[in-house]
Structure formats: structure tokens, C-alpha cells
């Protein structure tokens, strides 16, 4: 009788784990809709927990083209933001970045240094975040980081 009871447990047990999966209520991915307008990021933080995949959809709601940049602020006046971006980008060797661009393809690597979305369009980053810390987010078309197109991108 005793084994008989194990048996219907050891059941019941193996259908909620294929019903829950292993870790029932933990995220599988943390879905951010990122929308730009002229010139603004909303919302103003970005807020992503680290070792679970990501998606950021971001939308250009704007009248001209706007980027998606991410990278350490800047600690006072940067005379090329490309210069100080490029090697501090927070997407640089951080395994596999999925990109998809609305009405033009996809793209794959391990970095990448800004996203650019054209007005009236939509790109989709996927990824793993793996840096810890807090970080800015920023367009640098001329001009627009300027008039404060700069967000807040934190991973714990």
C-alpha cells in the first residue's frame, strides 16, 4: 500500500514539473518596450536582472532617425562620443546579440555598438545581460543627446 502511495506521488510530482517546468514563476525573458520620440527614451530606466535572456524592443515613435546606445556615463565632457562608446559599449563580448530590423533583417554577433531606427520603425535586441551596474543610455545623432535624449539602463 505504502509503495502503492509513492507511486501516485512520484506521478503526480513528474506531471507538475512537466506542466511548471523546473523552475515554475522564474522569468524565461524579460520583455523592455523602449519608445523613441524627439527626444526622449521611455521609459527612463531600463531596469534587467543579469544571466536572463532579454528582449528590447525598441520603437522609433519619432519624426527623425534616433540610436540606441549603451555604454559606462561619461564622467564630465566628451569631445567623440564614438571614440568613448565604441570601446565601452555594454554589449562588447558578452555572447551571442540577436538583432532584428523592421524592414531591413537580422543580425548576430557578440558586439555591437549602437542600434539605429529609422522613424516609424521597430529593432528587437536579444540578449543576455552579464555586466552587472549602472549605465546610460543614449542617442548621439548631432544634436539630440544634447537636447537630453539619455536614459537609465541598470542590471542587478
Not at 569631445?79 to 565604441?86: V, Y
Not at 533583417?105 to 545581460?129: D, H, Q, R, Y
Request: proline share 5%; glycine share 10%; charged share 20%.
Amino acid at each position: 500500500m505504502l509503495s502503492r502511495f509513492i507511486g501516485v506521488i512520484a506521478i503526480v510530482l513528474a506531471l507538475v514539473l512537466l506542466v511548471f517546468g523546473p523552475a515554475a514563476g522564474a522569468p524565461t525573458v524579460q520583455k523592455v518596450t523602449i519608445t523613441l520620440t524627439d527626444f526622449k527614451f521611455t521609459p527612463g530606466t531600463i531596469t534587467l536582472k543579469a544571466g536572463v535572456e532579454a528582449e528590447i524592443v525598441i520603437v522609433n515613435k519619432g519624426k527623425v532617425e534616433h540610436e540606441f546606445m549603451v555604454y559606462p556615463a561619461p564622467k564630465g565632457k566628451v569631445a567623440d562620443w564614438d571614440a568613448h562608446i565604441m570601446p565601452n559599449t555594454y554589449f562588447q563580448n558578452m555572447g551571442e546579440i540577436k538583432g532584428e530590423f523592421e524592414g531591413t533583417g537580422a543580425i548576430a554577433g557578440t558586439s555591437i555598438f549602437e542600434v539605429e531606427v529609422k522613424p516609424g520603425k521597430t529593432a528587437v535586441l536579444i540578449f543576455t545581460p552579464n555586466r552587472r551596474g549602472t549605465f546610460e543610455i543614449g542617442c548621439h545623432v548631432e544634436g539630440h543627446y544634447e537636447a537630453g535624449m539619455k536614459a537609465v539602463f541598470v542590471v542587478r
